[in-house]
């Protein structure tokens, strides 16, 4: 009978000491550092090469001029694509949830200012107005309407963007040569190329992932990389444009 006893303290003095081993175990492991990497990229174009014509403006000449420049096609003159919007998606168990920004979309001399953003889910959206003419922020979600503000120069609203996805905007006062995007993903990688087509992001925790690119004239693409732990991955993008008949 005593022996019994024995052993069964003992047992369980032994499961004690075995959850507390693998307990400091677990918070040791979870104080080394996280493997991490770097991923850098060009994205360019191929094809017969031309410069995006400017725009006509129908309205509002005497303040905008006869045109304003063409934002939906940037290309340098060797070929990289400025403004295509870069998005890195893990594929691993663990995800970092991304934290929602504050940003601001701006009417300068009758254009969207950023032209094309990317956001986190759940970021502020700042709608402003620097023209002394009237603008409208109208913003949609495929079909769906999101918002139709009207924008005096006095006037700033604000929104929240709530969901995912390629958000449209148009100025409704027979602007029509305005537009603008924001993309809105639930990663906490992304960047937008700039005019030399160029991508970074540093500090990427190892592993699989998805790279998705998108321009709002040349479309979609996706490709699967891996991210090593003090390396970098080298990512090159190219979309062909269109022959032309």
């Given amino acids: 009978m005593i022996a019994t006893r024995f052993c069964t303290l003992y047992l369980f003095a032994c499961l004690l000491w075995v959850g ?4 400091q ?29 400017p725009l006509p403006v129908f309205k509002s000449r005497s303040f905008c001029g006869a045109s304003v420049p063409n934002e939906t096609l940037l290309i340098s003159a060797d070929g990289r694509l400025r403004n295509a919007a870069v998005i890195l998606r893990s594929l691993n168990a663990a995800v970092i949830a991304a934290q929602p920004i504050k940003i601001v979309l701006d009417n300068q001399h009758c254009a969207f ?20 003419i009237l603008h409208t922020v109208h913003a949609r979600l495929g079909q769906e309407t999101l918002f139709n503000i009207g924008l005096p120069k006095w006037r700033q609203v604000i929104k929240r963007l709530d969901r995912g996805g390629v958000i449209r905007i148009d100025c409704d006062v027979l602007h029509t040569w305005m537009s603008a995007a924001i993309i809105v993903t639930d990663s906490p990688y992304y960047f937008v190329s700039n005019d030399k087509g160029e991508f970074f992001f540093d500090g990427i925790p190892a592993g ?28 090159d ?8 008949s």
Avoid: C, M
């Fill in 237 to 244: 993008v190219v979309f062909a444009l269109e022959k032309k």
């Fill in 25 to 53: 175990a677990a918070d040791f492991a979870s104080a080394l550092p996280l493997a991490r990497g770097k991923v850098v990229g060009v994205v360019s174009v191929v094809g017969a090469l031309e410069k995006p014509k």
């Fill in 208 to 235: 699989a992932y998805e790279i998705e690119i998108w321009h709002e004239r040349l479309g979609r693409q996706s490709h699967r990389i891996a991210v090593r732990d003090n390396g970098t991955t080298d990512v």
């Fill in 20 to 23: 507390a081993a693998l307990a």
């Fill in 113 to 132: 200012t950023p032209h094309i953003q990317v956001v986190p889910v759940g970021s502020e959206l700042l709608l402003k107005n620097s023209d002394p």
